[in-house]
């Protein structure tokens, strides 16, 4: 008689739902080299999040469950069931369709750095709504770094000044001989808070405004 084969490792079954929160930021990989040692910095935010579909995965199949339901209960030929039906049915769908604006409009990401002290510190999880839009001064955005479109990480910086705002000279020495008085259109003044652990306009001068991808709404810790 052949003997039976070994059984093979056991696997968890894998679930659709990845849990409750909307969104995931993405981890560090287990392989990546140790931290750099501390410095300057340009202001990193970890890698480009990725969303969880845990919250749409659910409210999905629960209103593709919740619709037979509905039309259970319109078939008991009632006014008052038909109406409570067609309201059940109106209120799922609305409230996916929610979710899943709600997820192209945030995403959440994970600071890494320095240069944003005292404001945010290394590790603090932000807020951020996601379009260029039009920052003021004052606002905290988040960007791609110049000359990297491509890169997982992004930046975060404080607006300094926009277009039309005069331009800060005297805070921005990369910026002291430029001929203009107003900052021009498309071009950004963006500082961090801790300047000694920062690069920013004072090194590089102006940031480009299409590399922008957000503005900070809040920090979550």
């Known amino acids: 008689m052949t003997p039976a084969p070994a059984p093979g490792p056991h696997r968890p079954p894998r679930s659709g739902f990845r849990g409750p929160s909307l969104f995931r930021t993405a981890q560090p990989s287990p392989d990546a080299g140790p931290p750099a040692p501390p410095g300057p910095d340009i202001g990193l935010l970890g ?3 990725r969303r969880s579909p845990g919250v749409r995965t659910g409210l999905a ?3 593709g469950a919740a619709w037979p339901a509905a039309g259970a209960l319109g078939a008991g ?3 008052a069931s038909a109406l409570a039906a067609a309201v059940i049915a109106a209120v799922l769908t609305l409230a996916l369709a929610g979710i899943v604006l709600l997820g192209r409009r945030l995403v959440v990401v994970t600071v890494r750095g320095e240069s944003m002290r005292p404001a945010y510190r290394d590790g603090d999880r932000l807020l951020v709504r996601r379009g260029p839009g039009r920052p003021r001064r004052g606002d905290v955005v988040v960007l791609v770094p110049p000359g990297a479109r491509h890169s997982r990480h992004w930046i975060v910086k404080r607006v300094a000044a926009a277009p039309g705002d005069r331009v800060p000279r005297g805070d921005v020495p990369a910026l002291t001989a430029v001929p203009e ?4 259109p498309g071009r950004l003044v963006l500082l961090g808070d801790n300047p000694p652990a920062s690069i ?3 090194q590089v001068g102006y940031f480009p405004a299409d590399t922008l991808l957000g503005v900070v709404l809040r920090p979550l810790t």
Do not use: I
């Not at 008085?181 to 021009?184: F, G, R, T």
């Open 77 to 79: 030929g009632r006014p």
């Open 47 to 49: 890698p480009g999040p």
């Open 200 to 202: 920013d306009s004072r």
């Open 181 to 184: 008085a107003h900052v021009p």
């Open 61 to 63: 199949l629960a209103v």
